[in-house]
């Protein structure tokens, strides 16, 4: 049950961010997000409380300047340190320039 709430809360502040995306230079970010909104069921419930702790500061910021770009670097560090074995995370993860966890 917990996970499951943990996931609905990141996929909602996902989901803030991604319509406050609105110019072509943010084309990667909303991708991004696309993909991991797609991945946080997978993630653990600890990866999942981190996830809305780094989540907070970039959709307040977000939210106040728009037009300032978003930096997702601390969800790629996040995502590449957990032991979640999925070939979605995995190329993206590797695609982003990450080497996935090998738990």
């Not at 072509?24 to 909303?30: G, H, Q, R």
């Not at 670097?73 to 957990?82: G, I, K, Q, S, V």
């Amino acid at each position: 049950m917990e996970q499951s709430q943990l996931a609905n809360r990141v996929k909602n502040k996902l989901q803030l961010l991604l319509r406050g995306l609105q110019n072509a230079e943010e084309v990667d970010s909303f991708n991004d997000l696309l993909i991991i909104n797609r991945i946080v069921p997978k993630l653990p419930s600890d990866c999942l409380r981190d996830m809305i702790r780094l989540l907070r500061p970039i959709t307040d910021e977000t939210l106040e300047t728009p037009s300032k770009n978003m930096n997702l670097t601390p969800l790629f560090r996040l995502l590449a340190n957990t032991p979640v074995h999925d070939p979605l995370l995995n190329d993206f993860l590797s695609s982003s320039g990450y080497q996935p966890c090998q738990a």
